[in-house]
């Protein structure tokens, strides 16, 4: 079925809306990817991997 003019216009905010909300969302886990592997946060995170397995209180 062949879409006409009007319904195309009408779609196209939609459309993009879609794209940038995937742009954003791709942006934050790029970021927090990079910022996880980053060198100077390694020995945190690696004493946070560790938090589970401490024998202790709550």
């Known amino acids: 079925?062949?879409?006409n003019f009007?319904?195309?216009l009408a779609s196209v905010?939609?459309?993009?809306i879609m794209g940038m909300t995937t742009?954003?969302?791709?942006?934050?886990?790029v970021s927090w990817t990079l910022w996880a592997w980053w060198?100077?946060?390694k020995e945190r995170?690696?004493?946070d991997?560790?938090?589970p397995?401490?024998?202790g209180e709550l």
Do not use: K
């Open 49 to 51: 991997a560790l938090l």
């Open 39 to 41: 060198p100077s946060n």
């Open 23 to 29: 742009v954003f969302f791709l942006t934050i886990f």
């Open 13 to 16: 905010p939609e459309a993009w």
């Open 45 to 47: 995170l690696e004493q």
């Open 53 to 55: 397995f401490e024998d």
């Open 6 to 8: 009007a319904s195309y």
């Open 1 to 3: 079925m062949r879409m």
